[in-house]
C-alpha cells in the first residue's frame, strides 16, 4: 500500500479523500455545533458568516471541518513539492497530516485552530519562497500580516511572531528595512479590526482580545488511549528525525535551513498551543503543519525500502489502536 501514497498520482488524492472518511466517522457521527468565545472576536464574525451557508446544523459544520483538513493536508503536500523540501514528490506529507488528524475527533472539527492552520500553510509557502524573491518586502509584508490574523482569530497565535523572526535569522541577511515591513505588516490586520471597531461603536471588545490559559489534560483517562497516543507518537517522531538526519545533508544549505525553520515552527505550535485557554477546542491541531513534515520522513528510508513499509503499516495500526481506544 506505501506506493500507492508515494504514487504522485492524482488518483492518490481520490484515495486519500476515502481514507480521510474512513478515519473520520467518528467525528461525522457526533458531530459538534462549532462557538465562539466571547474573546474570539474575529471568528465569531467568520461564524455568523458562514451561518447564513450551514446554518445551525453539525453535521454540515463538522463536515466541513473534516473537508478543510482534507484540503489543507493537499496544500501542505503540494507546498512541500513546490519548494522541493523532499527529494521526490509524492503524497507522504499529505497521508503524514490525514493520519495525525485522525488521532481525535476534535483535530478535524471546525474550529478557530483550524482557520489558524490556513494562516500557517500561507506563512509556510512564502517563507520558503524568499530566497528566489527579487522584492522580499513583498512577502515579509506578508507573513506578518498573516500571522496577525491567524493571531486575530486565536490570540495565542501570536506565538508564532516568534518563529517569523527567528526564520528571518536564519534565511535572510539583516535589513532593518525588511525588519520594519514585518512590523508593518504585523499591525496592519490589527489597525483595520481596530477601526471597524471604533466606527461601530465597540472598540471596548478588543480588550477582551488578549486570553492565555494552560492547555494541558488534566487527567489522563482512559489510561489506554493516551498512553499509545504518546508512545506512538514519540516511536514516530524518532524514527522520522532519525531518517531526516540521514537525508539533509545530502540536500542543498537553503534547504536545510528551510527544515531548521519549520522545526522551529513545530517548537513555537507547541508553546501556542500549551499557552491556549483551555476552553478553546483542538489547540493542539496548531502543530499538524510542521509536525506533518517532519513525520513524513519516517516513510523516506534510502537504505531500507523495508522500514519504509514498517513504518507505513505501524501508523496505520497506531491509527487503528486510537480509534478502537478513543475516549467517547
Known sequence: MLHLVRNNSPYTAILLFIFTLCTQLQSLMHPVLPQAAETQLVYGWILHVLSFLLGRSAFAWSFLGVVLVYLQALLLNAIAARHRLFAQNSYLVAFACLS???????LAQFSPMLLVNLCILFVINELLQLKQAQNAGKYIFNLGFALMVAGLIQFSALALVLFLIFSLIVLRPFSFREWMIMLVGL?????MVAVWLFCTDKLHLLSLWPDLGVSLPSQLKPAQYYLGVFSGLIIWLSVSMYNMQTNLPKAPIYIRRCWI??????????IAAVVSDKEVSAVWMVCLPALSLILAHAFINERSRKMNAISF????????YCQVFLPL
Not at 261 to 270: F, G, K, N, R, Y
Open 313 to 320: 503499516y505501524f501508523v496505520l495500526a497506531f491509527i487503528v
Open 100 to 106: 495525525l488528524s485522525a488521532l481525535h475527533p476534535a
Open 187 to 191: 499591525t496592519m490586520p490589527l489597525y
Open 261 to 270: 525553520a519549520i522545526t522551529a515552527l513545530l517548537v513555537v505550535s507547541l
